[in-house]
């Protein structure tokens, strides 16, 4: 039986490329048979909303505001993809008055309720976070079982590394694997623990890339959900070696 985990995948800089690594990583999980709820701590960008089709209400800073007393199931759209898990998603979208109440200290503590009761339904749970700043933020990393810090391959985000990893340190929450995002193939990175290389893909449409076995990214992307859940999925690809090349 697959035990809960979830883990907050935290940009180290805007623009790493968090909020397209939550959906892989999660269909990834959901390919592999296991159910997953995906929520959004990105408040400002509230990215995960471009991945529901249709009418959002309630969403996640709703859930933690004005509807605290509605069912999390109330806040979750099935994610429009054909796996043989479950792969829920439960965005933010919404004006900027709620946005700003969604960052308070007790909006916090019901985020982090939120998180605890979906680790409850789902086999998984991953949150979308944005460089640590925000409550919303700090609650998704105290709350999280394992935390892993998304850097995007350069120059300008490798700098960033040490800041954040210092910043999660600060708040008793460290990076348990740090994961380099949009990697040259070929290329060989000191001090991260997996890495991700760039997709074709370029439309919100053509997500999840790793739903297509077919593809290099596949396995590169599963390679780093093992390391960053510290679990072994059971998935095959056409190709051997495939994962050796991402590690």
């Given at each position: 039986?697959?035990?809960?985990?979830?883990?907050?995948?935290?940009?180290v800089?805007?623009?790493?490329?968090?909020?397209?690594?939550?959906?892989e990583?999660?269909a990834?999980?959901?390919?592999?048979?296991?159910?997953?709820?995906?929520?959004?701590?990105?408040?400002?960008?509230?990215?995960?909303?471009?991945?529901?089709?249709g009418?959002?209400?309630?969403?996640?800073?709703?859930?933690v505001?004005?509807?605290?007393?509605?069912?999390?199931?109330?806040?979750?759209?099935?994610?429009?993809?054909?796996?043989?898990?479950?792969?829920?998603?439960c965005?933010?979208?919404a004006?900027?008055?709620?946005?700003?109440?969604?960052?308070?200290?007790?909006?916090?503590?019901?985020?982090e309720?939120?998180?605890?009761?979906?680790?409850?339904?789902?086999?998984h749970?991953?949150?979308?976070?944005?460089?640590?700043a925000?409550?919303?933020?700090?609650?998704?990393?105290?709350?999280?079982?394992?935390?892993?810090?998304?850097?995007?391959?350069?120059?300008?985000?490798f700098?960033?590394?040490?800041?954040?990893?210092?910043?999660?340190h600060?708040?008793?929450?460290?990076?348990?694997a740090?994961?380099?995002?949009?990697?040259?193939?070929?290329?060989?990175?000191?001090?991260?623990?997996?890495?991700?290389?760039?997709?074709?893909?370029?439309?919100?449409?053509?997500?999840?890339?790793?739903?297509?076995?077919?593809?290099?990214?596949?396995?590169?992307?599963?390679?780093?959900?093992?390391?960053?859940?510290?679990?072994t999925?059971?998935?095959?690809?056409?190709?051997?070696?495939?994962?050796?090349?991402?590690?």
């Open positions: 039986m697959t035990t809960s985990s979830s883990l907050a995948l935290v940009g800089t805007g623009g790493a490329g968090t909020t397209r690594l939550t959906v990583f999660g990834t999980l959901a390919r592999a048979g296991r159910d997953v709820a995906l929520v959004d701590a990105a408040f400002a960008t509230q990215g995960l909303a471009t991945h529901v089709p009418r959002i209400d309630p969403d996640v800073t709703a859930l505001t004005d509807a605290t007393d509605l069912a999390l199931d109330a806040g979750l759209a099935e994610y429009p993809v054909d796996l043989p898990g479950r792969l829920a998603v965005p933010a979208r004006p900027f008055e709620r946005l700003a109440r969604a960052k308070t200290p007790e909006a916090a503590r019901q985020f309720d939120r998180l605890a009761t979906a680790a409850r339904q789902f086999d749970v991953i949150v979308d976070v944005p460089p640590v925000d409550n919303q933020a700090l609650a998704a990393v105290s709350a999280a079982d394992r935390v892993g810090a998304v850097v995007p391959a350069t120059e300008r985000g700098d960033r590394v040490p800041a954040m990893q210092d910043r999660l600060d708040v008793n929450a460290p990076a348990d740090v994961i380099a995002n949009r990697v040259d193939e070929g290329e060989t990175l000191e001090g991260v623990d997996a890495t991700v290389p760039e997709s074709d893909a370029t439309a919100v449409s053509d997500l999840p890339v790793c739903a297509d076995p077919e593809t290099t990214f596949a396995p590169a992307v599963a390679a780093a959900v093992e390391t960053a859940f510290e679990t999925l059971d998935l095959s690809f056409p190709e051997e070696g495939l994962f050796d090349g991402y590690r």
